[in-house]
T-cell receptor
Framework: DTGVSQDPRHKITKRGQNVTFRCDPI?????LYWYRQTLGQGPEFLTY????????KSRLLSDRFSAERPKGSFSTLEIQRTEQGDSAMYLC??????????FGPGTRLTVT | RKEVEQDPGPFNVPEGATVAFNCTYS??????FFWYRQDCRKEPKLLMS???SGNEDGRFTAQLNRASQYISLLIRDSKLSDSATYLC??????????FGKGTRLHILP
């Protein structure tokens, strides 16, 4: 399968714990995006990378959130000290420059 | 004004009918535009890009009006399988991507 993959698909954690999600983009894509989606809403932009550089970061991304793409390939999104309001679907997408994005299946986070 | 606004749904439409979705965007520097489809509890999937001259793909037609900052999607001869949420997507100059809230479509048999 040469699509975007995300791991894990589901994560249940207790409030206050740290979680880390991984995204593997389509191999020839240089852009990688992270979004958060809650029920009934469209995906909300969090951040994006062009190669290994993080070029844009949403105000939604508080200091508890950090994303990396160390070698310009896979990316990780870490949430520290999780809160119940962090419960959502976290989507990753990749694209070749400004062209169409292709999404992974998402990681569903539940904070109890 | 929200950055990307869509018709609030849901739309309940009989099979075979034509349905139109509208979307407006606030950033005049927006560069590229797309329609995505999202099925329940699935990831968004690209439906079509939207070009300045308008474009068609089978039963689907997309239009862009840069002067009015308006995008539309027309679905002709709707099928039961068209039932989904349709998301309007705008790529602004900085590279940031903005999704609309989505419009839910139910095709009725």
């Amino acid at each position: 399968d040469t699509g975007v993959s995300q791991d894990p698909r589901h994560k249940i954690t207790k409030r206050g714990q740290n979680v880390t999600f991984r995204c593997d983009p389509i191999s020839e894509h240089n852009r990688l995006y992270w979004y958060r989606q809650t029920l009934g809403q469209g995906p909300e932009f969090l951040t994006y990378f062009q190669n290994e550089a993080q070029l844009e970061k949403s105000r939604l991304l508080s200091d508890r959130f950090s994303a990396e793409r160390p070698k310009g390939s896979f990316s990780t999104l870490e949430i520290q000290r999780t809160e119940q309001g962090d419960s959502a679907m976290y989507l990753c997408a990749s694209s070749a420059d400004r062209y169409e994005q292709y999404f992974g299946p998402g990681t569903r986070l539940t904070v109890t | 004004r929200k950055e990307v606004e869509q018709d609030p749904g849901p739309f309940n439409v009989p099979e075979g009918a034509t349905v139109a979705f509208n979307c407006t965007y606030s950033n005049s520097a927006s560069q590229s535009f797309f329609w995505y489809r999202q099925d329940c509890r699935k990831e968004p999937k690209l439906l079509m890009s939207v070009y300045s001259s308008g474009n068609e793909d089978g039963r689907f037609t997309a239009q862009l009006n840069r002067a009015s900052q308006y995008i539309s999607l027309l679905i002709r001869d709707s099928k039961l399988s068209d039932s989904a949420t349709y998301l309007c997507v705008v790529n602004v100059l900085s590279g940031k991507i903005i999704f609309g809230k989505g419009t839910r479509l139910h095709i009725l048999p």
